[in-house]
């Protein structure tokens, strides 16, 4: 299996937080990534999922519960499955970190800024901050812009607010 690209990565992840107010909204691509993480309801097919999730069970606290379980990975380096699982580890830890920030301070974090520059080898490093907490991540520049913007409009403090620096 190949690693997911920048656009996929934002995609799910986005559609993950969305899901955790809405489980109609989540998506396949997100639920195929999640019925790969340890802890979540086997189901047959997105719509038993949706519906386990939707009567009983609730996205965000599984994600929140089973943390241990899906931010760390299990194989070393020379392992094949090494980067895929990391990969997976950091999108389930960003998940992770803008729930938390909606949280916090009547759910919702005081302020949002964001920052680029170049790391080397084309990549660029993101800072994402808020008042508590800074997300940082490091990605080739292509679909690195819809996940910053995807992750900034959730964690945003208000509708009205447009705090974001580029």
Known sequence: MNLLSPQQVSSIIHNVLQACVSIEMLSLEAYHWLEGKKGFSPTINREDFIFIYKTGLYLKETIQVNTIYNTHTTVDKPDPDYFLQKQSCEMY????????????????????????????????KVDIYTDRKRISLRMAPEGLLSMVNSLTSYCQTSEDSNDVKE
Not at 95 to 102: A, N, P, Q, R, S
């Open 93 to 124: 830890q960003m998940i992770l970190d803008c729930l938390e920030e909606v949280e916090k301070d009547d759910n919702k974090p005081d302020s949002v800024n964001v920052s680029m520059e170049p790391c080397g080898e084309g990549n660029l």
